[in-house]
Structures are given as structure tokens and as C-alpha cells.
């Protein structure tokens, strides 16, 4: 390093910032209404979405020049390491709160539901799950961990080995054999995505379960469709890897972004197994 | 402490970046964006503060004034949600900015840009609940903890809560992330943990409760939204759900958040006595460990909230006793702080007047606390004024006490001028006499059964009532010479030294008065 020990990177000033701040308003404002039913609505998301793309290009982009202009040393790596890892964390968290949600259903307000202090109104109610609660007068039929579910996993699990390839082959220097890994990793992705969207039009189509079949349809589609979003967004970052890769960034001591990236998905991954446990298999 | 560099040494502060409005916008320089939140948050003070005297109003004298309930109900939940979202986190985290950086011999803050994208995002949030006041069917009337079945029922209002609770999220747990990261890796060489000032000690357990229970909170907001829309069964019975639930999630995060508002200013209050006593903090290492082990524990105790709403009772005692521990290491730092006065050569400037009336308000909430913490007599106490008044000693009397504590303190080193003293003192002696006016009788209230959240009231509690709404007035018009004695310190006043208090300690005090744009561009050497 050239710079004094103690040298720290401070951005200049910038725009971005001030623009993310009005594609959560829009992007807010616009959800707003469109959940109210007013016809502005989708037209302020997309505003706000638009917003948010532009944002982050030109945010990521600003940041990307910076690194790659070697403004970044040691000590800006190892504060994006530390950032990463508490967003992880946060997300974790946020899932935490939706697994509490499911086991609260199976262990407490069901059971409840079903117990005599609950007969006079609901008789016959009995505690079985998957449920969808004494008020659900429709029948349903119930995901099953084998198929798709199980398909999933292995694609998901292979993902994380082929990123990890991936990581082998920069750190070696071999170019095309970190493209490739990434190319895998990309596709087993986007495979998962498709399955699972298969597997959605399924339980609406066929099998009568939908977001409003009670609380066992509530926790399925909410637990799994968040996770389906973070491998979307997975998804789209390991795409970007892949571009970067492309355009020869990236070095073997220097490439934080793709290992962000790659705690990330490892992560959506650990999110995986949580649930084929709890809301496939269980 | 001992520095090898001094701060004025690197100093160059011709004003390079952009100037006028342009500066504000774009700026990643942590003093600028500490003066952000701060304004921010005075300004949200005092519309959460003029909400508080129109509640205060309303209750008057019984009857039905000019609230009808739906509005009352209105203003109490945007109240409660702009003080505590608005109001006194943005606060800590503007002394955050301004201060860690310099305290821990720092350039800046580690993410500059992030750090303003933190800072813009609460305008998008303030602006979703304001607005709410203003749309068809009116605000959130549910109460700041937005329980269902109600906030299911509600009007758009709801919804824009909903959202903006949202990006109040990203913006502290960004906030949040930021300060972890600055604490845990930009310190100045020799800069230990088990020596940084209690300030930076406590924002970093901060930091990590923000981390943990927002994004929970985000969960809880996110599961009444596709109730409300979307036909999903969280909190419905009918469909296996519970609104129980709801409860249990929103208090998981809603415990937590109680301490992220009360310990940054256990850290400032360590500082002031430590300064205004001229003796080092007594027991420095016992302070740490009683910050963190309230964190911990605050992850456990949620249930307290829950004494009515059905429990097994074996929940009951779990949650009782686990409440209960908390008074034990807050006892601890209640103990640190008057041991560090003991023979101490004591002086009462306004920062030291303001941290003791925090010790002794802040003990009473805490006491209040554990009197609610006895499930046998919470059942009789539950959503009495007797909680209004509790938390009020501890979020009024606690958190803002210590962050006008903050603020006096630290004011010298903003602006490079003191603040008249003599005012300073006369605001104290009005906040303090006025609050007690307003929330002490508020005891009496709950304890003979005045429920909270309601307009009206029986005849028997018209004159506790009326003194109280007379305390809030007064409290309120007090803090206009607040923002008086802020506003002319700015402008003007007697040069402060680069260290104006004798006895305070900190690398802050390193650095010239008012502190240059840049500071610690290279890092001093502690000893
Ligand atoms: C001038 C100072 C203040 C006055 C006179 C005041 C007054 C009130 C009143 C009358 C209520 C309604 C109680 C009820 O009926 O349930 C209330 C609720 C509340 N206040 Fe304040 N307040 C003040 C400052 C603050 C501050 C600084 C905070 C936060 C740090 C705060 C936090 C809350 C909360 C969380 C609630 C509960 C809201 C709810 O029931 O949902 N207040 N306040
Ligand atoms: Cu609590």
C-alpha cells in the first residue's frame, strides 16, 4: 500500500443517495394505492422501480469504478466483509420472523382452535396440519416434499458447489473456468425459479392451494415466495458477477463483490433447506 | 487520552465539495449528516410534540372538545410513532455521526454515501405517516404497536403506516450496519475496544438490537399488509391464524426497541457524570457487560406486554422473573453512576443538571417498570395512564433527557461557541418541573383506572387531568427557548476552548472547536 496505514476511502459527494430516497417514496406511495384500488398505482411503482434500477446502476457503477481504480485497500475490503455479513443477518432475521409465524401455527393457534375451550365455536374442528383453519370451507390438497420440492434441493445444493468451483477457479487465475462456474451456478438458479413457478400454477391450478388457503396456504406461499425473491435476486447479482467477469475485473486477492455475492447465496441456500425441512417435509 | 497526532495538525478545511443547498444533498461527510438528523429530529419533535398537546387538549376536562374519537386515536398513534421513529432515534443517530467518528479517532464514517441514503430515506418515511392524517378514513387509529384484528379494519391510512414503518427500517438497519462497521474496524491505532467511550460502547450494542428486531418488525408490518390485501391468514382465527400472533411478533421486536431508545444515552450519561465529576466512569468494564447483558436479556421478556392477552401461567412466571433480572444490571449502571460522583469535585452545567435528572427520572420509570413487571399486578394496570406514565419516565425523562444532555455537552465542539449557561440552567429547571407535572399525576390516574387511548373520562379524574394537560403545555412552550439557546449558540457566543469542560476525556476534545470539516484524516496513535 502507498497510502498512510491509516488512510480510509470517503466517497465524494453524490446524487445517488437523495434519488434512492425518492424511489422508495414513489415505489411506497405507488403500493399505496394500488392496494387501495386506485388506478394511479401500478403506474407510481413502475415509476418507482424505475427509479430504483436506475439508482442502483449508477450507484454500483460509481462503486465498481472506484474499485476497480484501486481507491479500495485492505481496510474498505474489510468493512464491506463486516457490512455483508450483518445484512445477512438482517435477513436472517427477517425470516426468522415468518418461520416464527408457521411454528406459532402448528404449536399454539391451531391447537388451540382445536381445543375444548374453542367446541362451542368451532365443533369438529380437529388439530391436523396442514390446516387451514376452522373457517375454511373448501378441500385442498397438500404439497409433497418428493417432486419438484426435492428436484429443488439438489439443483440449490449443487448451485452452491458450483459457485464454490467458481471461487477456485479465480482464485487460480483461470478466467474461463470461473465464467463457467458462474454460468452453471446462474442456470441451476433460474432452473429452480422455473420449477418453482411450475409448482405454483399447479397448487393454483390443480390442487385448489392458494395464498388464501388459510394458514397452512398464508405460511406456504409467503415462506416460499420470499425465498424465491432472494434467489431472484440471487439470480440477478451472480448475473452481474458474470459481467463483470466478462469485462476481466476482478483479481485473485482482489474481488470482494463476488464473494458478497457468494456469502449471499449461500445463505438463500441455508434458507432452502430450512424450509423443505419445516414447510415441505414436516 | 494521550494522542501523538494532535487534531489540528491535519486540519484543512478550505471548503472543497459543494456549497449552498448542493452540500446538503449530496454530502457523505459525517458532520453534515449528523447536523441532518438532528434538525430532522427536532423538527419531528415538535410535530409529534404539537400532536402530544392536542391529545393533552382534548383531555383537558372530560367530555368530547373537538377530537372525535377516530382523530383522537389518530394523533395518539402518530405521536407515539414519530417520537419514538422520528424523534429520538434519528437524534441518537445524528450524535452517532457527529461524534464516533471523532471519539474513536476516525476520518469518517465507514460508508459515506450509505450514510446519506440513511439520512434521506426518513423524509419518504415521515412524509408516508404525516400525509396519513390526510387521506380517506384518516391516519392509523390502532395505537403506535398496530395491533390487529383493528389495523386489519382500517383505512388506507394503515397502509401508508405500513409502508413508511418499512423504509424507516432500511433506514436504521443501514444506519445501523454503517456504525457497527466504523466501530468494529476504523478505530485509531491502540484504540482497544475496552477502551472506547462509553457512547460508542453502547451504540454498537445499539447497532446490533437495531439489526436484529427491525427487520422482525418489517415481518410483523408484512404479514398485516397481505392480511389486509392479499386474503392470507396470519392473524385470523377463522383461517388457523391468530391476531395473538401479531403480538408476539411485534413485541419480539417492540422489548428490544425500548432499550435501542434508552441505551446510546446510558452511554452519554456515563460521559457527562464521568466529565461533570472530573473522575473517570466507575467501573468501566461493569458497564459494558450490563449494556450488553440487557441486551441480551431484552430478547427474552416480550411476554410482559402480553399479561391480558392469554397465557399459560407457567409463560406468566417466565416472563415476570425475566423482567424482572433487567433490573439488575440496569441497577449496576444506576450504581456506577452515583459511585462515579461519589467525592467526585462536582460542578452542575446544564449537560450535568440534565443527566441528573436522568438518573433520578429514569430510576422511577425503571421502578414503574418492575411494579408493571409483577403479571398479578399488570392485569389490574394494563393500558392504564399508569403505563403512559411509566414510559414517559423512561422515553421523556430517559431518552430525551440524555440527548438535551447530549447536546449541551457537545454543542461547544459543533459550533465553536458556548451556549448561555444561565438559559441552559432556566431550561432545565422547566423541563424538569413541568414534566413531573405533566407525567408524574399521571400515576394516580392509572392507578385509580383512567384507561389510555381513550378521549373521554369519568368526572372523579377532571383535576389530575387538568394539571397534567397544563404540565404539557408548559412542557412544550419550554422547549421554544431550547431551540432559542441552540439557535444563538450557533450564531454566536463566547469561543469555547477545544476542550471547554476540564474534566471531560475523549479524542473529541482533541480536535479545535468549532471540529474542522475533517477530522482524524490521520489517525492519532492512543496510548
Ligand atoms: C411534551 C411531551 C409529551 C407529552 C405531553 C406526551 C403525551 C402523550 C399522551 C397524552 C399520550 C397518549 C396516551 C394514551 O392515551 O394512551 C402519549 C402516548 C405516547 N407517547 Fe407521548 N408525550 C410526550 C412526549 C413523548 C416522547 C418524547 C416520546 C418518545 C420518546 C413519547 C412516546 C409516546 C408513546 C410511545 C406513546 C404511546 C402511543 C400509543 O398509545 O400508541 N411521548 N404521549
Ligand atoms: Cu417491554
Given at each position: 500500500m502507498t497510502q498512510p496505514a491509516s488512510y480510509y476511502y470517503v466517497p465524494s459527494p453524490s446524487y445517488w443517495p437523495l434519488v434512492g430516497a425518492l424511489a422508495l417514496l414513489l415505489l411506497a406511495a405507488g403500493a399505496v394505492l394500488w392496494v387501495n384500488g386506485y388506478s394511479s398505482g401500478p403506474l407510481t411503482v413502475s415509476a418507482g422501480f424505475a427509479v430504483l434500477i436506475f439508482m442502483m446502476a449508477g450507484w454500483f457503477r460509481t462503486v465498481i469504478r472506484e474499485s476497480e481504480g484501486g481507491l479500495y485497500n485492505k481496510r474498505v475490503d474489510t468493512s464491506f466483509r463486516w457490512a455483508m455479513s450483518w445484512f445477512i443477518f438482517s435477513e436472517v432475521m427477517f425470516f426468522a420472523a415468518f418461520f416464527g409465524a408457521l411454528f406459532y401455527a402448528r404449536v399454539l393457534s391451531i391447537p388451540d382452535l382445536a381445543s375444548v375451550d374453542s367446541q362451542l365455536l368451532w365443533p369438529n374442528f380437529s388439530a391436523v396440519w396442514p390446516n387451514a383453519g376452522p373457517g375454511y370451507k373448501g378441500t385442498f390438497s397438500v404439497m409433497e416434499a418428493m417432486g419438484i420440492p426435492a428436484i429443488n434441493t439438489l439443483l440449490l445444493l449443487s448451485s452452491g458447489a458450483t459457485l464454490t468451483w467458481a471461487h477456485w477457479g479465480l482464485m487460480k487465475g483461470n478466467r474461463t473456468h470461473l465464467a463457467l462456474g458462474l454460468v452453471l451456478t446462474i442456470a441451476l438458479g433460474v432452473i429452480f425459479i422455473s420449477l418453482q413457478a411450475s409448482e405454483y400454477s399447479h397448487a393454483y391450478s390443480?390442487?385448489?392451494?392458494?395464498?388464501?388457503?388459510?394458514i397452512y396456504g398464508t405460511t406456504f406461499f409467503m415462506l416460499t415466495g420470499f425465498h424465491g425473491l432472494h434467489v431472484t435476486i440471487g439470480v440477478t447479482m451472480l448475473t452481474v458477477m458474470l459481467f463483470r467477469v466478462l469485462a476481466g475485473h476482478f483479481k485473485p486477492d482482489h474481488h470482494f463483490a463476488f464473494e458478497a455475492v457468494a456469502w449471499y447465496w449461500h445463505f438463500v441456500d441455508v434458507v432452502w433447506l430450512m424450509l423443505y425441512v419445516v414447510v415441505y417435509w414436516l | 487520552m494521550e494522542t501523538t497526532a494532535m487534531g489540528h495538525a491535519e486540519v484543512h478545511d478550505h471548503g472543497h465539495g459543494p456549497t449552498g443547498l448542493k452540500r446538503w444533498l449530496t454530502t457523505t461527510n459525517h458532520k453534515d449528516i449528523g447536523s441532518m438528523y438532528l434538525w430532522f429530529s427536532f423538527a419531528m419533535f415538535i410535530v409529534g410534540g404539537i400532536m402530544a398537546l392536542l391529545i393533552r387538549a382534548e383531555l383537558f376536562?372530560?367530555?368530547?372538545?373537538?377530537?372525535d374519537p377516530e382523530r383522537y386515536n389518530q394523533i395518539v398513534t402518530l405521536h407515539g410513532l414519530i417520537m419514538v421513529f422520528g424523534a429520538i432515534m434519528p437524534a441518537f443517530v445524528g450524535f452517532a455521526n457527529w461524534m464516533i467518528p471523532m471519539q474513536i479517532g476516525?476520518?469518517?464514517?465507514?460508508f459515506g454515501r450509505l450514510n446519506n441514503w440513511s439520512f434521506w430515506l426518513l423524509i419518504p418515511a415521515s412524509l408516508l405517516l404525516v400525509t396519513s392524517l390526510f387521506v380517506?378514513?384518516?391516519?392509523?387509529?390502532?395505537?403506535?404497536?398496530?395491533?390487529p384484528p383493528l389495523s386489519i379494519q382500517m383505512g388506507m391510512g394503515m397502509d401508508l403506516a405500513i409502508f413508511s414503518v418499512h423504509i424507516l427500517g432500511i433506514s436504521s438497519i443501514l444506519g445501523s450496519i454503517n456504525i457497527i462497521t466504523t466501530i468494529l474496524?476504523?478505530?485509531?491505532?491502540?484504540?482497544t475496544m475496552m477502551k472506547m467511550p462509553m457512547f460508542a460502547w453502547t451504540w454498537l450494542i445499539t447497532a446490533f438490537l437495531i439489526i436484529a428486531v427491525m427487520p422482525v418488525f418489517a415481518g410483523a408490518v408484512t404479514m398485516l399488509l397481505t392480511d389486509r390485501h392479499?386474503?392470507?391468514?396470519?392473524?385470523s382465527a377463522a383461517g388457523?391464524?391468530?391476531?395473538v400472533l401479531f403480538q408476539h411478533v411485534f413485541w419480539f421486536f417492540g422489548h428490544p426497541e425500548v432499550y435501542i431508545v434508552i441505551l446510546p444515552g446510558f452511554g452519554i450519561i456515563s460521559q457527562v457524570i464521568s466529565a461533570f465529576s472530573r473522575k473517570?466512569?466507575?467501573g468501566y468494564a461493569s458497564m459494558v457487560y450490563a449494556t450488553a447483558s440487557i441486551a441480551v436479556l431484552s430478547f427474552f421478556v416480550w411476554g410482559h406486554h402480553m399479561f391480558t392477552s392469554g397465557m399459560p401461567v407457567t409463560g406468566q412466571l417466565f416472563y415476570m422473573y425475566a423482567t424482572m433480572l433487567i433490573a439488575i444490571p440496569t441497577g449496576v449502571k444506576v450504581f456506577n453512576w452515583i459511585a462515579t460522583m461519589w467525592r467526585g469535585t462536582l460542578t452542575f452545567e446544564t449537560p450535568m443538571l440534565f443527566a441528573l435528572g436522568f438518573i433520578f427520572l429514569f430510576t422511577m420509570g425503571g421502578f414503574s417498570g418492575l411494579v408493571l413487571a409483577m403479571t398479578a399486578v399488570d392485569v389490574q394496570?394494563?393500558?392504564?395512564y399508569y403505563v403512559v406514565a411509566h414510559f414517559h419516565y423512561t422515553m421523556v425523562a430517559g431518552a430525551l433527557f440524555s440527548a438535551f444532555a447530549a447536546v449541551y455537552y457537545w454543542l461547544p465542539k459543533w459550533t465553536g461557541h458556548m451556549y448561555n449557561e444561565k438559559l441552559g440552567k432556566v431550561h432545565f429547571w422547566l423541563t424538569m418541573a413541568f414534566f413531573n407535572m405533566t407525567f408524574f399525576v399521571q400515576h394516580f390516574l392509572g392507578l385509580a383506572g383512567m384507561p389510555r387511548r381513550i378521549p373521554d373520562y369519568a368526572l372523579q379524574f377532571a383535576d389530575f387531568n387538568r394539571i397534567s394537560s397544563i404540565g404539557a403545555f408548559g412542557l412544550g412552550i419550554s422547549q421554544l427557548l431550547f431551540l432559542y439557546i441552540v439557535v444563538s449558540c450557533i450564531k454566536g457566543g463566547p469561543k469555547a476552548a477545544a476542550?471547554?469542560?476540564?474534566g471531560a476525556e475523549g479524542l473529541?476534545?482533541?480536535?479545535?472547536?468549532?471540529?474542522?470539516?475533517?477530522?482524524?484524516e490521520i489517525q492519532p496513535q492512543v496510548k
Open positions: 390443480e390442487m385448489n392451494l392458494k395464498l388464501t388457503t388459510g | 376536562e372530560p367530555g368530547l372538545q373537538f377530537l476516525a476520518s469518517d464514517m465507514a380517506p378514513g384518516g391516519a392509523a387509529g390502532v395505537g403506535w404497536t398496530l395491533y474496524n476504523l478505530r485509531a491505532p491502540g484504540m392479499f386474503g392470507t391468514s396470519f392473524f388457523g391464524g391468530d391476531p473517570p466512569l466507575f394496570m394494563h393500558n392504564t476542550k471547554p469542560w476540564d473529541e476534545w482533541d480536535v479545535p472547536s468549532p471540529a474542522p470539516y475533517h477530522t482524524w
